[in-house]
C-alpha cells in the first residue's frame, strides 16, 4: 500500500477508463475521488457501480459533469441526469439484477469465469445468455465482472491498509476491493496498527494498493 | 381506510414470530407499521442490514445507516450488517421467508412485471428479480387497478421480473392466491362483493364456494 493525495491518485486514472465505485445510493462511496476525477474531467469512464445515486451526490456527479459513457448498474430511476442521457443515447447502459452484479464482481474478483444463477431466466435479462440445466433446474450463465481501477470508501484504514467499513456503507466496497487492478481507497479514519482487531479486518492490507491520505 | 393502508394491514397478518422479511419501496414498506409489536419479524433491507428498526428522530440519523433508497433508519437491538454479496446470498439462497413486492401487472398464472415500462420508465431491476427468484414466499402488494384499468391481467403486456409465479397478490379489492397454478379469489376487502371485484379483473378469477371477507 501506497498513501497517495488524492490528486495524484485520480491523475493515475486515465480517460476512457473502466472504473468500479462503491457505494449504495451515495451511502459509503467515495466522494473526494469523484469530486477530484470531476475536477480533472476524466470523461469517457465506463463506470460499474449499483446505481446512479442523485444529482450532486456520489457518482452523480459524474453524470452531471457527463464524464461516463458506459454504465452498468441495477438501478438508475433516482437520477433523472442519468436517465436523460441513457434515453438520449449518450450514455449506453447494461442493467443487471443487483444480485447477479454483486455475484459477477465477486467472480471477477476471486478467479472465476463467471457464475450460474436462476435470476433473469425467461426474462428480457436472458437474451444473448447461455442457459445451462444443472439437476433440472435453469441457471444462466453471468460472466465475471473486473475493472482497471475500483474506488473504495471505509471506515477506518491502519497504516497498512487494512480496512473496515460501517453499517449500510460497506455494500459493494470489499467486493469491489477485490476485482480491479488497482485499488484506490479513500476512509473516515487513520488509525495505528493493531486498532483494527484480525476479526475485524473486512479487507485484507495486501487488496489496497492506494490509500488517500486525509487533511 | 385509505386503500393503501388495507393492503398493509392485511399483509401483515401473513408475517410470523422468526420470519426474516424484505420490504420493498412503496405500499410494502408500510406493511412495518402494522406488524404487532409481539411479533418478533426480521425485516433486511438489502443494502447490507438485517434488523432495521424506524426512522431516528431528530437530529438522531447517521450517514452510514440508509435504507436501500439511501434514507436514514435505525438499527434494533440484535441488528446484523454485512456486504451485498452476502445480503443477496440471503435472499437467492432461500434464507428470507417473505419478500413483498410492489406490483405493475400480474398475469393469471402469477407471473410478475414490476421494473419497466418500455419507452417510457427504465429505472432499473435493482433487486426485484433476485428477489422473486429466490425468497420462500413472494407477495405482491398493489391497487387492484390504476386508472380504472385492471393490474391483474390475463397476461402481462410488459416485461416480466421472474419465470417464477408469485404465491399471493393482496389489493385494495382482494386477496389472490394460484392454487394448481390458476388465479383464485381467496377474500374479498371490507364493503367489496364478489361481482366488483370481478367487474375490475382482467384475468379469469375462479371463485370458490366460500370467499372471506379480509380481517383487517
Redesign the interface.
Known sequence: MKAVSVEEAVAMIPAGASVMVGG?????TPERLLDELVRQNKSGLSLIC??A??PGRGVGKLFDAALVAKLT??????NPKA?QQ??GNQIAVD?V????F??RI?AGGCGLGGVL?????????AEGKRQIEVDGQSFLLETALRAQYALVHA?LADYLGNLA???????????MAMAADTVIVTVENIVPVGVIAPDHV?TPAPLVDYLITNG | MDPQIIIARRVAKELKSGNLVNLGIGIPTLVANYVPADLKVFFQ?????IGTGPIPEQGMA?????D???RPIS?LPGAA?????M??GL??GGHVDITVLGGLQVDAHGLLANWMIPGK??????????LV??AKRVIVAMQHAAKGKSKIVAKCSL?????RPVNLVVTDMAVIGFPGGKATLLETAPGISIGEVLAVTEAELTVPDTVPEMQI
Not at chain 1, 117 to 125: E, N, Q, R
Not at chain 1, 165 to 172: E, H, K, M, P
Open positions: 449504495f445510493m451515495g451511502v459509503g449499483n446505481d445515486a442523485i448498474a441495477t438501478h438508475i430511476g433516482l436517465q441513457m434515453l442493467l439484477p443487483q444480485g447477479t454483486v455475484e465477486r444463477t436462476p435470476t433473469g431466466v425467461g426474462t428480457l435479462v471506515f467499513y460501517a453499517l449500510t456503507a460497506r455494500n459493494f466496497n470489499p467486493i473486512m | 433491507s438489502e443494502n447490507g442490514l447517521h450517514p452510514t445507516l440508509t436501500a433508497g439511501g438499527a450488517t454485512f456486504d451485498s454479496a445480503s443477496f435472499i437467492r420508465m427504465v429505472p432499473g431491476m435493482g433487486g426485484a428479480m433476485d427468484s429466490g416485461p416480466l421480473t421472474s419465470a
